[in-house]
């Protein structure tokens, strides 16, 4: 920017130069050629080879020209012998002009003020002297056109150095915007705000350092969430262990109670055959809310005990009908057809336990939906593979009410009574340790499907003899 204003000043200082040079060399030719008339003139009136009519009259041409004034002395620099100034004629030579007389007689400089500039020329012919020309040249031409370049150039030199200060303007603040930008998000970053994001309008310096900033405050808001994250998880670990222990702590005076119940009932049976009987309601009932909540206690402890998993290659369809014939007398009971549609059967490296375990979870929950609503039930068990591994599990049950659907993988979260309501959170944990996932469709009133899906590849085997 500096270099190049530089340039456009010094360009344009050349070029006003140049026009002065050329407007003095132009004026000065004309006074020249003028002056020259001029002596010409008054030296053939002093050597009498011209009338007075021309002089006056050529002098009065002068004088609009430039020239200001020309007298004709006499030798003796005592008289003024013709002038333009006719009421010099005649009149004796002021002491002043005859020191200037004498300095042109001596080739000095005879200019004895700033606006006008004086010539004085001797006469001389066939080697005699006849007198002086004075000349007063008006010096106003010449100073007009130095004044009106001075004038020019700095003109010219502001305008560019306003130009140049807009242009430093524009682009400060241009560049400065930016930064302002990045220092204020700075500072709502460094008070805690996070969510700070600059725009990027250009790949220049400007851009890449708030491309870096982002970058930077992307990193700070994922660890803040790491960071969260862990506070999180230590605090569930904190909690779950202290559940865990006031579980523990449950679970041993129930068995305490349950015994004792054993042996009051076997104790202290009243004598009174009815007082007996109610005794025996009494007596079952209590066991019973004792070995629910023992039930509740141990599906908790479960949960929340870390797994570990024995991984083996499984034929999936035969753990499929394992898992049938565990459930096909009560499905027969209820009247539930249960419809087979297996893809090839395909290898898979699971745990067989946890898996069976989940595919009963889903199995059971899809029983108790179609208990009630007093139509056939009808339960689909299909697999597919390609890319993943899938199990369906589909029923015509009650189905899921639309604001029940996302609870239904929430802990101790359960639309019936009696029950733990962890079946499909430990399901969802199995298959995520196995790096699979549960989905889950219902439509309320027309039924469930539940898919578990395994990462592939899959071993595709022959069927079995």
Same mark, same amino acid.
């Given at each position: 920017?500096?270099?190049? /204003? ?13 026009? =002065?040079?050329?407007?003095? =060399? ?60 006719? *009421?010099?004629?005649? &009149? ?36 005699? @002297? ?39 303007? +524009? ?13 204020? &998000?700075?500072?709502?970053? $460094? ?29 700070? !808001? ?7 994250? #862990?506070?999180?998880? @230590? ?5 779950? *262990?202290?559940? !865990?222990?006031? &579980? ?10 349950? =015994? ?17 009987? @109610?005794?025996?309601? #009494?007596?079952? $009932?209590?066991?019973?809310?004792? *070995?629910?909540?023992?039930?509740? +206690? ?16 499984? !034929? ?69 593979? &390609?890319?993943?591994?899938?199990? $369906? ?34 399901? *969802? ?8 996932? +549960?989905?889950?469709? $219902? ?10 899906? /395994? ?11």
């Amino acid at each position: 920017m500096m270099m190049l /204003l530089t340039i456009i000043v010094t360009a344009s200082l050349v070029f006003f130069n140049l026009q =002065l040079e050329k407007n003095l =060399l132009m004026q000065v030719e004309r006074q020249t050629g003028e002056l020259t008339k001029a002596i010409q003139i008054g030296v053939e009136e002093i050597t009498g080879r011209s009338d007075k009519a021309r002089l006056s009259k050529y002098l009065n041409d002068l004088n609009k020209k430039g020239i200001k004034e020309i007298s004709i002395i006499s030798t003796d620099s005592k008289e003024i012998l013709a002038s333009t100034n006719q *009421q010099k004629v005649g &009149a004796p030579v002021s002491h002043r002009k005859k020191e200037l007389v004498i300095k042109a007689e001596l080739g000095e400089h005879v200019s004895d003020d700033e606006k006008n500039y004086n010539v004085i020329v001797p006469i001389v012919a066939d080697g005699q @002297q006849y007198g002086y020309i004075h000349l007063i040249i008006n010096k106003d031409d010449l100073s007009s056109i130095i004044k009106q370049n001075t004038m020019k150039r700095i003109f010219m030199t502001m305008l560019v150095f306003s130009i140049a200060t807009l242009i430093t303007l +524009v682009f400060s603040r241009r560049y400065t915007l930016p930064i302002k930008q990045i220092v204020d &998000a700075s500072r709502r970053i $460094s008070a805690g705000d996070l969510n700070q994001h600059i725009p990027v309008h250009s790949n220049d310096e400007i851009g890449q350092l708030a491309d870096s900033f982002n970058y930077m405050a992307e990193k700070l !808001r994922e660890s803040r969430n790491l960071e969260d994250k #862990l506070h999180d998880a @230590q605090h569930l670990a904190g909690l779950v *262990q202290l559940t !865990r222990d006031m &579980a523990h702590e449950i679970r041993n005076p129930l068995n305490f109670i349950n =015994l004792s119940i054993d042996y009051i009932n076997d104790k202290f049976v009243p004598p009174v055959k009815d007082d007996a009987k @109610q005794f025996a309601n #009494l007596v079952v $009932s209590i066991k019973h809310e004792i *070995q629910r909540l023992n039930k509740f +206690v141990n599906g908790y402890l479960d949960f929340s005990r870390p797994i570990t998993f024995t991984l083996e290659p499984l !034929r999936i369809n035969s753990v499929l009908e394992d898992v049938i014939s565990l459930i096909w007398a009560k499905a027969e009971a209820e009247g539930i057809s249960i419809i087979r549609d297996y893809d090839d059967d395909i290898e898979l490296r699971v745990d067989r336990d946890f898996l069976k375990t989940c595919i009963l979870n889903i199995i059971t929950n899809a029983f108790q939906a179609m208990s009630n609503t007093g139509k056939a039930g009808t339960l689909r068990i299909s697999t597919l593979h &390609a890319e993943e591994f899938m199990l $369906s599990i589909c029923d015509n049950g009650s189905g899921i009410s639309e604001g029940n659907i996302n609870k239904v993988f929430e802990p101790f979260f359960s639309t019936k009574q009696n029950h733990p309501g962890l079946g499909l959170p430990m399901t *969802q944990r199995v298959m995520e340790e196995h790096g699979g996932r +549960v989905e889950i469709e $219902s439509k309320e009133g027309e039924g469930t499907e539940v898919r578990l899906i /395994l990462p592939c590849p899959c071993k595709k085997l022959c069927p079995e003899s």
